[in-house]
Structure formats: structure tokens, C-alpha cells
């Protein structure tokens, strides 16, 4: 039996010896031809300055790729690899639309080649310049508080294949503001064509990627309250008001016109305990107080309030005949009054106003609102004190 064994294992060592032998003879003598293919070779497009010439881009841009067939002997096909193949074409008479790619081939090894196909589809799109307006678009926690964004430039070049251009609505310049611890300030901004919907189009080129744009925000200014009343007769000092001065914001130029915040016509005689009254918030300005309240005054309270007509206040000097009319005067004019004595009674009777016009009326001038009285006044504040 062991001798069996030790023939058999002689007859496998001796079959394996002949059957390299064969291969080393097959493949040093007869090495056969053998064909490999292949796959998803890129393809290198070799007119491309031609083509940006006659403004055309490949698009959608995509990995150009081929399949080829490698044949030759069998040790050569053996010793090919993707980096000894390089696969190229040109585009003849190139335009937009659909366009034949026709392949050719270079290979380092001695072997031939075949493609799937010789030649593959290419499209290409027209480049397209053009010019589109840049348009700030405001966000952040205090985005209610900007006044204006001046950008740096209006409008920006962009170019990109026609497809994507006519899809461009404008170009968003998104500003950012989450403080309003400065009043201007300065912000670099990236530029996002657009299209309908806001959406970003992308693979669209911009001559200009970034630039600066100036935040101003809305002014801020302290305004004391002017009550307006249906009956000045009825007697104001017993009540006071809550706040008595609120924060307008707006732009400069308005804010710089507005000393004062009326209140809706106040019938006194129907004040209860507590009552909200309206204040009339001109246009343009932001208040966040849009009401106050109005009470009976503390019998501890010094302050004493009259209320008078726009009809109360006397043109001194008017050499000019000016109409009263004309110096914008409110109906109501609240006059705080602090005495010496806060036990002493005060009446419209005991203090006059009056506006000086000695120097002349023009109408772009501001006019201060005076007094004359014969009391110990320790402090007074005339509400509107600028008119005109």
C-alpha cells in the first residue's frame, strides 16, 4: 500500500512539472493573441481652445469616458494597464446641440486597439455674458433695524452656459445683522445668482465673487409725549401719564423733524382708574410702545400739567402779518410745571406762551415755544418746545 502511495505522489509531481513545462513552452514559443477590454477610459477633448473660441462649453459638464478592446499577444495584453491608454478626439465643426466626438487612441505597448464605439456624443451650449443686477437681501435679528445697504457695485458680469443664464433672475447679496451696537458699519458679502425662487444657480461664473456693502441703521431718538385732549377746558393737572417719553426709530431725516409723539383725542371726563390711550405714530416711524396709560396723578406729584390750544399761543413781533396756521402747531400743548411751592395752584392764566418772531418768518425755520409768568417756577417743559 505504501508503495502505491509513494508511486502516486511521484505520478502528481511529475504531471505538474510537465504542465509548466507546456505553459513556459506555449507561452516562449507559441504565446497566442488575446483580447482584453477596457472600461471607462476618460477621453481627452483636444480642440477645447476652439471651442471657447466659438464661446461653446461642454455641458452638463460629466466625466467623458470610452470602452476599448486591447488584442495582441498575450504577454503584451498581459502587461497593459488603464495608465498606458490614452484616449482622445476632436469635434469637427463644433456647435450647440448635440456633437460626434470621434476617439482615436495611444498606446504604449505593442498591442491594437478597438473601440465600442468610435465616437461618443458630446453637448455643448453657448456661452452667454451678461449682466444682472445685484440685490441686498436683509436677514438676522435686527434685519428691522436697518435703514439702508449700500453695496459697493449695483450690478455684476456673469457668463455661463445659456441654459443656466436664462435661469438667473438677479444676483443676492445676503446681509447678515445680529447686532445694532453700531450705527454703520461695513460687511464683505458673497454674490448668489439666483433664480425665481431665490434659489442659487449653480455652475454660473461671476467676475466679482465678494464685496462690501455698508449697513445703516435706523435712527434712534427720545420723544416726550403731547396728550391730546376733546376738551382742553377740563382740568389735566390731576392726571399723568405712563411713559411719559418713548423711543422713535426711522431714518435721520425724518427722526430730525419729530420733537414730539401726539396721542389720540383723550375725553378726561370718562378716565377711569387706569386707561390706554393711542398715540398717533406718524408714518416711517417704528415706536414699540404704540400706547401709554393715563391716570390719575399721585396726590404726592409736584408736577402739574396744563394743556393749551394751539390758539393760546401768541406771535410776538409778527410784523409779517404770518397766520398761525403756518407753524404747524398742534391742537394740544402739554406744559409740565414744577413750582417752588407744590402746595400753589397753577392755571393757564398764569403762564403765557408765545413764539418770537422778530427775525422774520421762514418757512424751512424751527421756532422755539417761550413763556411768560410771574410764578417760582423750579422747572417747566413745553411739549412740543420746536414748532414750524
Known amino acids: 500500500m505504501r508503495n502505491r502511495l509513494k508511486n502516486n505522489t511521484k505520478i502528481k509531481i511529475i504531471s505538474l512539472l510537465s504542465a509548466l ?62 495608465d498606458d491608454i490614452h484616449i482622445y478626439g476632436s469635434i469637427n465643426n463644433p456647435m450647440e446641440g448635440n456633437n ?72 443676492k447679496a445676503s446681509v447678515t445683522v445680529d447686532s445694532n451696537e453700531q450705527s454703520i458699519f461695513n460687511q464683505r458679502i458673497r454674490l448668489i445668482p439666483v433664480d425665481t425662487l431665490g434659489k442659487e444657480v449653480k455652475g454660473v461664473t461671476l467676475d466679482v465673487k465678494n464685496i462690501n456693502a455698508e449697513i445703516k441703521l435706523l435712527e434712534e ?80 406729584s409736584e408736577i402739574q400739567r396744563l394743556i393749551y390750544d394751539s390758539e393760546d399761543v401768541e406771535l410776538k413781533n409778527n410784523y409779517d402779518n404770518v397766520e398761525l396756521s403756518k407753524l404747524n402747531i398742534p391742537d394740544n400743548i402739554n406744559v409740565e410745571v414744577e413750582l417752588d411751592d407744590s402746595t400753589d395752584k397753577i392755571s393757564k392764566s398764569d403762564i403765557k406762551l408765545y413764539i418770537d418772531l422778530s427775525d422774520g418768518y421762514d418757512s424751512e425755520k424751527k421756532y422755539n415755544i417761550k413763556y411768560d409768568t410771574d410764578l417760582k417756577i423750579k422747572n417747566i417743559n413745553i411739549i412740543p418746545s420746536i414748532v414750524g
Open 221 to 300: 431718538k427720545e420723544v416726550p409725549i403731547n396728550i391730546q385732549v376733546k376738551d382742553n377746558k377740563v382740568d389735566v393737572s390731576n392726571y399723568e401719564i405712563q411713559p411719559a417719553t418713548v423711543i422713535i426709530r426711522g431714518k435721520k431725516e425724518l427722526i430730525d423733524t419729530i420733537n414730539y409723539i401726539n396721542t389720540k383725542k383723550i375725553d378726561l371726563e370718562s378716565i377711569g382708574s387706569s386707561n390706554k390711550v393711542d398715540l398717533e405714530i406718524p408714518e416711517g416711524v417704528v415706536i414699540n410702545e404704540t400706547n401709554i396709560t393715563i391716570k390719575p396723578k399721585d396726590t404726592a
Open 100 to 171: 460626434k466626438l470621434s476617439l482615436k487612441g495611444n498606446i504604449t505597448k505593442q498591442v491594437s486597439y478597438e473601440f465600442k464605439s468610435d465616437f461618443i456624443v458630446v453637448r455643448l451650449e453657448k456661452v452667454i455674458y451678461d449682466e444682472e443686477d445685484i440685490k441686498s437681501e436683509i436677514t438676522g435679528k435686527f434685519k428691522e433695524d436697518v435703514d439702508t445697504v449700500t453695496l459697493s457695485q449695483d450690478t455684476v458680469n456673469i457668463s455661463g452656459p445659456r441654459i443656466l443664464i436664462d435661469k438667473v433672475k438677479n444676483v
Open 21 to 82: 513545462v507546456l505553459w513556459m513552452y506555449v507561452m516562449a514559443i507559441v504565446n497566442p493573441e488575446d483580447t482584453r477590454l477596457f472600461e471607462d477610459i476618460p477621453v481627452t477633448i483636444t480642440n477645447k481652445e476652439e471651442l471657447l473660441e466659438n464661446d461653446l462649453i461642454v455641458y452638463p459638464e460629466s466625466d467623458l469616458v470610452a470602452d476599448i478592446y486591447i488584442t495582441g499577444k498575450l504577454s503584451d495584453v498581459q502587461k497593459v494597464s488603464e
